[in-house]
Nanobody, 124 residues
Framework: QAQLVESGGGLVQAGGSLRLSCAAS????????MGWFRQAPGKEREIVAA????????YYADSVRGRFTISRDNAKNTVYLQMNGLKPEGTAVYYC?????????????????WGQGTQVTVSS
């Protein structure tokens, strides 16, 4: 059983930056692809970025490509999401998730473990 704990959310002005962290416990992290999702009020949860186990392969949603960067430190069991150039439409609860496999997947249903979420609010 894995536990994921996100941190780093907050209030930021448009154009600003935040770095989210997700600390994982348990052995799942060492075998899992990891993803970041977000969910805005009244909207479905959507993928933001994902990274395979090796860290060599990444995926980004079109809406964040070029502004967000996902990374992982397997020695620290931690995955990060560096968010630059934040926009008001990026306001959402951001979730870290661990897949049941090592290959990148982009749908929430393919992720077995979830953090509690961290709020990101971008003011205009």
């Amino acid at each position: 059983q894995a536990q994921l704990v996100e941190s780093g959310g907050g209030l930021v002005q448009a154009g600003g930056s935040l770095r989210l962290s997700c600390a994982a416990s348990g052995r799942t992290f060492s075998t899992a692809a990891m993803g970041w999702f977000r969910q805005a009020p009244g909207k479905e949860r959507e993928i933001v970025a994902a990274m395979g186990l090796s860290g060599r392969i990444t995926y980004y949603a079109d809406s964040v490509r070029g502004r967000f960067t996902i990374s992982r430190d397997n020695a620290k069991n931690t995955v990060y999401l560096q968010m630059n150039g934040l926009k008001p439409e990026g306001t959402a609860v951001y979730y870290c998730a661990a897949s049941s496999g090592s290959v990148i997947v982009t749908t929430p249903q393919r992720y077995a473990y979830w953090g509690q979420g961290t709020q990101v609010t971008v003011s205009s």
